[in-house]
Each structure stands twice: as C-alpha cells, then as structure tokens.
C-alpha cells in the first residue's frame, strides 16, 4: 500500500522561509516522480513543483520560479520543497503526489496523494 506523509507546514511571516517534507513508502521511490501541489480555498488543485524518479529534471510552475526548489533522495524515500520570499498568495494546503510517469501539470493524472500539510503566509 502507497503511502505519501507531508509534514513542515505551519505559519510564516510573508519573506520567511519554510521546508516541506513528504516520506514515501510503498513504492520504488526511484521509479517515481513526485511532484508538490497546493489548493487554496475555493481554488482548483494547482501544480507547484516536480522532479523526475531519479531527480535529474524539475519542473515549477512560473509563480515560484527562482523562490522555490524540490529535491529527492531516494536513500530515504524523501522529497522536499524548501520555500523562500514566501508570499501570502503562496497560502494553501501543499499535497505531496507520485506518479510512474514524469510529469503532468494535471493534478488527475498523479496516481497517489498525501493528506497535505497548511502552509499559512500572514504577518
């Protein structure tokens, strides 16, 4: 059974810096791209980030270009997205999601999801 848990969310002051976490098991971590989205509320599910299975190749969405970074280490079945110059427009649920294939800005077609973690930027 796959299993994808978020953690790193919180509170953060808009300029602050924040690090998500996903911890993934399951599954061949390195056969699989993993990807951050987010949903804010009212908001559709929009893709964040991805990075290809054995971490070669990302991808942002143009909002958090030069602001955000993922990374993968597929010894411990980790991906990250470290957040800096965090805006209050980046508030929202960040999920963590997996897929064989890399990548689709789709959020339909990621095959397996997280709970997500509350990223909340407010001063």
């Known amino acids: 059974q796959v299993q994808l848990v978020e953690s790193g969310g919180g509170l953060v002051q808009p300029g602050g810096s924040l690090r998500l976490s996903c911890a993934a098991s399951?599954?061949?971590?390195?056969?699989?791209?993993m990807g951050w989205f987010r949903q804010a509320p009212g908001k559709e599910r929009e893709f964040v980030a991805a990075?290809?299975?054995?971490?070669?190749?990302?991808a942002y969405v143009d909002s958090v270009k030069g602001r955000f970074a993922i990374s993968k280490d597929n010894a411990k079945n980790l991906v990250y997205l470290q957040m800096n110059s965090l805006r209050p427009e980046d508030t929202a649920v960040y999920y963590c999601?997996?897929?064989?294939?890399?990548?689709?800005?789709?959020?339909?077609?990621?095959?397996?999801w997280g709970q997500g973690t509350q990223v909340t930027v407010s001063s």
């Open positions: 990075i290809s299975g054995r971490g070669g190749s990302t």
């Open positions: 999601a997996a897929s064989p294939i890399y990548y689709s800005t789709k959020y339909q077609n990621w095959n397996y």
């Open positions: 399951g599954l061949t971590f390195r056969g699989y791209a």
